[in-house]
């Protein structure tokens, strides 16, 4: 299974950007897709997620200016990421709880990252 981010960039601040995180290979079913974002010298924090029925879920510093979305059928997650602050500056990885068939449990994947740069 691979899961491969596109999208980054760089933007001014206020600026928008989207990304996009395509899983493929060996799928049975795809519980949860989310995105999590790893500044320099931080933690890997998560960012968002949105379940298998479409509820999202998202950090307090993003509430309000990112929105995720998934299109079941493509296998791929979305992040609309607006009104964009330095503090967004970060690697941005896709993760998926993922089945690879019936004798198989959910097991976690996750992307190579996509920079995101917000200056001016």
């Known amino acids: 299974v691979q899961l491969v981010e596109s999208g980054g960039g760089l933007v001014q601040p206020g600026g928008s950007l989207r990304l996009s995180c395509v899983a493929s290979?060996?799928?049975?079913?795809?519980?949860?897709m989310g995105w999590y974002r790893q500044a320099p010298g931080k933690e890997r924090e998560l960012v968002a997620f949105?379940?298998?029925?479409?509820?999202?879920n998202y950090a307090d510093s993003v509430k309000g200016r990112f929105t995720i979305s998934r299109d079941t059928a493509k296998n791929t997650v979305y992040l609309q990421m607006n009104s964009l602050k330095p503090e967004d500056t970060a690697v941005y990885y896709c993760?998926?709880?993922?089945?690879?068939?019936?004798?198989?449990?959910?097991?976690?994947?996750w992307g190579q990252g996509t920079q995101v740069t917000v200056s001016s």
């Open positions: 993760n998926a709880g993922v089945r690879r068939g019936v004798a198989f449990g959910f097991s976690d994947y």
């Open positions: 290979g060996s799928i049975f079913s795809i519980n949860a």
């Open positions: 949105i379940s298998s029925r479409g509820n999202a």
